[in-house]
């Protein structure tokens, strides 16, 4: 009898000892910097979403909409986009620190809506975003002459319109 209670104690103590780290288990989400300008100084405020706060990009999150998850997207990995991207509403992007997003088409973001990009920290460790437009379109933004804002908070940001296009902003040739 002894020997079956040594494995059966043994067992209810190995499950009763993953119990706290599951019950501890926090949601940290992921932090970014928002920055503003007043004219003459430069100010940085940490902020934080939860993890249903926002949607994690992923190589076919090829829409981003202004009303999901209240139109907050992360970047957590190193991931490339082999499309065109379109952004709906008011969209805000978060460059987790180490990740790089390559966007191979660029990123539409026409009239009336708008794209916010932030950054972890600063320096080589910050978030990479490459995005890379082709033909007449630039790499962020709207070939037509209706292209809606972008507005980067931080971050590294790289891009490079097609062959008559800007790298952020409105044109095409």
């Known amino acids: 009898m002894r020997r079956r209670m040594l494995p059966i104690l043994l067992s209810l ?3 009763l000892s993953l119990l706290p780290t599951a019950a501890l288990a926090v949601d940290e989400g992921v932090t970014y910097i928002e920055r503003s300008w007043d004219g003459s100084t430069v100010s ?8 249903g706060e926002y949607t994690v990009i992923g190589q076919n999150t090829t829409t981003w909409n202004g009303s999901t998850t209240g139109g907050w997207y992360v ?9 065109y991207v379109t952004v709906n509403g008011d969209v805000h992007l978060i460059l987790a620190d180490g990740c790089k997003l390559t966007v191979n088409e660029g990123i539409e973001v026409k009239n009336n809506n ?4 932030y950054g972890q920290s600063d320096g080589e460790k910050a978030g990479k975003l490459v995005a890379i437009g082709i033909g007449i379109d630039p790499g962020i933004g709207d070939s037509t002459g209706q292209s809606g804002s972008v507005t980067i908070h931080g971050g590294r940001v790289e891009a490079t319109g097609g062959t008559g296009g800007v790298g952020i902003g409105i044109g095409g040739y």
């Open 44 to 51: 940085s405020v940490e902020e934080a979403k939860s993890s």
């Open 75 to 83: 970047v957590q990995d190193d991931v490339t986009i082999g499309s």
């Open 13 to 15: 103590a190995l499950c």
């Open 114 to 117: 708008k794209l916010t990009i």
